[in-house]
T-cell receptor, first 113, second 116 residues
Framework: GENVEQHPSTLSVQEGDSAVIKCTYSDSASNYFPWYKQELGKGPQLIIDIRSNVGEKKDQRIAVTLNKTAKHFSLHITETQPEDSAVYFC????????????FGQGTELSVKP | GEEVAQTPKHLVRGEGQKAKLYCAPI?????VFWYQQVLKNEFKFLIS????????ETGMPKERFSAKCLPNSPCSLEIQATKLEDSAVYFC??????????????FGEGSWLTVV
């Protein structure tokens, strides 16, 4: 089955710097890659996603890149702000299996003012 | 509704008691998923439904855990004879359709189960 590895497990940056979180997946059939932000005591909130027919997607300060050949995808946050502090999870799914998400281990991002 | 609604937010059960959690998916969504998250760690998939039918139950513990999605009722996840290791946050999620172009899955705020 699918396995998703996420790095780093913790990341501390200064406000205004960029943050990058990386994930690798094992199943080449996976075709959908969302990123979720989870704040303390809350459910995961989708922040951006990418499908396998696209190499890059950007939404304001957030971007995701996908390398299907290497089975890597990454989250890039620019001009970080203290409110970006949270745990970020990547995930992969194969839509023809009902879209079940396989999650990475999470990255705790801390943005210091 | 416009969000996945989960109840209760918190539930405390003595070891061996039953726990039942409820989930109302976003209106019009045909897929429902249950995940377990222990100690803010990664999410463990439990089960998914396509409407009222079980779609994938590969993550469900064979004993003590059961789930249903009946027409015109909230979906439910039931744990019989809870154990200490069942303490976790249980998330429900829903999506419009799986489809060949992928799906967007929306999560509820979770139900925090503590077994004492």
């Amino acid at each position: 089955g699918e396995n998703v590895e996420q790095h780093p497990s913790t990341l501390s940056v200064q406000e205004g710097d960029s943050a990058v979180i990386k994930c690798t997946y094992s199943d080449s059939a996976s075709n959908y890659f969302p990123w979720y932000k989870q704040e303390l005591g809350k459910g995961p909130q989708l922040i951006i996603d990418i499908r396998s027919n696209v190499g890059e997607k950007k939404d304001q300060r957030i971007a995701v890149t996908l390398n299907k050949t290497a089975k890597h995808f990454s989250l890039h946050i620019t001009e970080t702000q203290p409110e970006d502090s949270a745990v970020y999870f990547c995930a992969a799914s194969y839509s023809n299996q009902g879209g079940k998400l396989i999650f990475g281990q999470g990255t705790e991002l801390s943005v210091k003012p | 509704g416009e969000e996945v609604a989960q109840t209760p937010k918190h539930l405390v059960r003595g070891e061996g008691q039953k726990a039942k959690l409820y989930c109302a998916p976003i209106k019009g969504h045909s897929y429902v998923f249950w995940y377990q998250q222990v100690l803010k760690n990664e999410f463990k998939f439990l089960i998914s439904f396509q409407n009222e039918n079980v779609f994938d139950e590969t993550g469900m513990p064979k004993e003590r855990f059961s789930a249903k999605c009946l027409p015109n009722s909230p979906c439910s996840l039931e744990i019989q004879a809870t154990k200490l290791e069942d303490s976790a946050v249980y998330f429900c999620a829903s999506s419009l359709t799986s489809g060949t172009t992928g799906n967007t899955i929306y999560f509820g705020e979770g139900s925090w189960l503590t077994v004492v």
